[in-house]
């Protein structure tokens, strides 16, 4: 499967991902840069968030209730704001687009 | 000047990271990164909470997916560094041809505090470092082991909560009065003992581990007041001591760790230190502090990256923690000292707490369990101007989030 990142520079980048990880892991083996994942995708740091593209909310599903929690208090959070260690890649998920909001 | 050849000492969190960081940064020159265990460098914090719980596979434990480092250009040494040639630039191995550095990162980490006790080689006394550790931890776990954990600190903590939810019988001995006594205050470190008790961990405190019993195996415990415990697995999590060897040895200056400055220099320039190993001036203390923590070494990582690369200024982010146990989610923004004093926020939530820590008038640390949200915006108002005063905060409807909406100032970054 593929997954686009739209860069804060406004530049985007398409990698491959194999199914079954975390959105925000994909992220950081690819070296995408603005989603660090300090914590490991336990959503306890805030590093990973990424505004997801309109067409592609109700594939990747509702917030955590933690995550619901951490992002009510982050900085730049929008409705489609999600925390990428929270969303795990699946075929279905193939052409995902999300846009990396940096923290 | 931008280096032309970088060598990064440890790949933790830290190292791998400081490698990430110099890529991402568009550093173009060489890379190496040179490990000292066996297999790819891989992610500690989960080895005593999901990876023992054996709900993390092997391969979702490494920092980095084995094409990054192809991809990113860095040649990860899987080798030990065994001594630092200043003059000339080199970084000594123990199997493999030495490495020539333009600038050289210690990211060299911390050792566990050996049991100062007399048994503590026998077969089942078990310290939580590193990955082959969990893997024996996690082969010895079973319901009804006896299982004696020394220190409550966060590792003996995590530890105790995987044991006890694989039904182990687990016996927790701590010297201070209280779990997490060097982390938490006083109400969140009795917060974190209450869940702790519930689920089966029995604890004594004021209590030290004087011997370990047994012939080949372990099969007990003495305790300072003259008890013996029976234990099947002894496990410690007694503090660490940062690896300073190699800076000591190449006479880096050190004060509890590698000194460094505020750019993360240590006394030679064309070295840097973070991490666990680094003892630094610290913008929110005012006084010298060398910290053990994820967050620590990632940040400390990427400002040295950044120094290199000619866009940074001195160190300053503000230090947070967290630690999962059982089901608490227990969250540390900012750095308390053991005076500071602790004002408890009243929460609707029975499986949760907020403790804002007070120097003075000054807000320095919150410290919540089950508060994600007031943790994140913890960690703004710290990174800011100005917290709530004390008054403010122990008014019986004090809470945070309305707190900040009505008086909060605009984050800065």
């Known amino acids: ?103 | 000047m931008t280096p032309a050849s970088v060598v990064i000492v440890g790949a933790g969190a830290g190292g791998a990271q400081a490698a990430a960081s110099l890529r991402q940064g568009g550093f173009e020159g060489s890379i190496s990164l040179v490990h000292g265990e066996p297999g790819l460098p891989y992610q500690r914090p989960p080895l005593s909470k999901a990876y023992l719980l054996g709900r993390l596979e092997a391969r979702k434990l490494l920092l980095r997916q084995e094409h990054w480092y192809a991809k990113q250009r860095v040649d990860l040494v899987l080798d030990r560094a065994v001594a630092i040639d200043r003059a000339g630039h080199q970084v000594h191995l123990a199997g493999g041809p030495s490495l020539s550095y333009d600038h050289l990162i210690l990211a060299t980490g911390s050792r566990n505090r050996e049991l100062p006790v007399p048994g503590a080689h026998l077969d089942g006394v078990i310290g939580m470092r590193t990955r082959a550790d969990a893997d024996e931890l996690a082969g010895r776990i079973r319901e009804g082991v006896e299982v004696v954990v020394a220190g409550a600190g966060f590792i003996g903590l995590e530890f105790a909560a995987v044991a006890a939810a694989h039904g182990a019988a687990v016996h927790v001995l701590e010297l201070a009065d209280r779990p997490m006594a060097r982390a938490v205050s006083e109400p969140t470190a009795q917060f974190i003992r209450r869940a702790h008790e519930e689920w089966g961990v029995r604890f004594d405190f004021g209590q030290a581990l004087t011997a370990i019993d047994g012939e080949g195996r372990v099969t007990g415990v003495e305790t300072g007041d003259g008890r013996r415990l029976p234990a099947d697995l002894v496990v410690y999590g007694i503090g660490v001591v940062p690896d300073t060897v190699l800076a000591e040895e190449a006479g880096l200056a050190i004060e509890n760790g590698i000194r460094v400055d505020d750019r993360l220099l240590t006394s030679d320039p064309d070295i840097s230190a973070i991490g666990d190993a680094a003892s630094f001036p610290s913008a929110h203390t005012g006084g010298r502090v060398r910290l053990e923590s994820v967050q620590n070494a990632v940040d400390q990582a990427r400002h040295v990256a950044a120094r290199l690369m000619g866009t940074s200024i001195g160190y300053d982010a503000l230090p947070w923690f967290w630690s999962d146990q059982g089901d608490l989610k227990i969250q540390i923004a900012g750095l308390a000292e053991v005076t500071d004093s602790a004002v408890e926020v009243a929460v609707p939530e029975p499986r949760a707490t907020c403790v804002l820590r007070y120097r003075g008038d000054r807000l320095v640390a919150v410290e919540t369990v089950n508060r994600p949200g007031d943790h994140v915006l913890a960690r703004r108002i710290l990174a800011g101007t100005g917290g709530p005063s004390p008054e403010e905060a122990s008014a019986p409807s004090f809470d945070l989030t309305r707190w900040h909406e009505a008086y909060g100032l605009a984050p800065t970054g």
């Not at chain 1, 959105?23 to 994942?37: H, K, R, S």
């Not at chain 1, 933690?66 to 982050?74: D, F, N």
């Open chain 1, 1 to 103: 499967m593929n997954v686009t990142f739209t860069l804060q520079d406004r530049t985007s980048r398409t990698v491959e991902a194999e199914p079954g990880w975390k959105l925000m892991e994909v992220a950081v083996d690819n070296a995408i840069p603005g989603i660090d994942g300090d914590c490991g995708g336990e959503a306890a740091c805030a590093t990973c968030h990424v505004y997801v593209a309109s067409e592609w909310r109700d594939a990747t599903g509702e917030r955590t209730d933690l995550e619901q929690a951490m992002l009510a208090s982050t900085f730049g959070v929008r409705e489609n704001s999600r925390l990428s260690c929270q969303i795990e890649t699946s075929e279905e998920l193939d052409g995902l687009s999300v846009e990396v909001v940096g923290s």
